[in-house]
């Protein structure tokens, strides 16, 4: 089976929160990784998302280093929908 992984960043105005993390992230750029697999048996090529992941600054006292944390789709787009709406 094939897959591809895709990289975009993502800015936040505001601090945020998505479901799956336990702690408000503050406003800034984020990386996020889309993992998608080929579905096979169809006349053109045509992926479907398998993952989505975010990196995001580890908690704790050492905020040089990152952590990849698994999230859904759907969850980033409320974040996305709610920093959009924010005053």
Do not use: C, W
């Amino acid at each position: 089976m094939t897959t591809r992984s895709r990289r975009e960043t993502i800015t936040f105005k505001h601090p945020f929160r998505i479901k799956g993390i336990d702690r408000l992230l503050s406003a800034g750029a984020y990386e996020v990784i889309t993992d998608e697999e080929m579905i096979e048996g169809l006349s053109f090529p045509a992926f479907r998302r398998v993952a989505t992941m975010i990196m995001v600054p580890a908690a704790g006292p050492r905020s040089s280093t990152m952590e990849m944390i698994s999230i859904s789709s759907v969850a980033l787009s409320d974040a996305q929908r709610n920093d959009a709406s924010a005053a």
